[in-house]
């Protein structure tokens, strides 16, 4: 019985988990409605993967996070990697609301170096929310991200 229980505690924690990914990447952002979330980073043809994970703040705060790496066909990276930059990724996070819709939370570039330190660059603060708009435009009509 207590394996039982285990096990259905542990299927409730994934499926948790799993909402708040699924609420973001199917849902949509105000500027277009075209597409999903999910489909506008995953199918991004400047990214090489993309990494999607849900956590929880220590104040209960959901946020999904996702992670885009760029090829090196990439405009700015083609510039890096000439400057010892092995790796430039663009990292989004969402903040889930009690009512399961979510917006931007914090938005930066990370790089990564020849020595394999990581340097980040938060762009969300330096960012008006119609910028931002733009800027994601951008990644939605897959272009170059300015």
Known sequence: MKKFISILLFSLILTGCGSDLSSVKDGTMHFDNSITVGDAFDKYSYFTS???R????SNGRKIVEVKGVFTDNYPIFKQLKGK?????SLVVQ????KDDSFEIS???MNAINSSGEETEQDLGST????QLDLFLK????DKPLS
Do not use: P
Request: charged fraction near 25%; hydrophobic fraction near 40%; avoid cysteine.
């Open 54 to 57: 849900s956590f929880e703040t």
């Open 84 to 88: 010892g930059i092995e790796e430039l």
């Open 127 to 130: 960012m008006s929310e119609a």
């Open 50 to 52: 993309t990494d999607w």
């Open 94 to 97: 969402f903040k889930v609301n």
């Open 106 to 108: 914090a938005i930066g």
């Open 138 to 141: 951008e990644l939605y009509n």
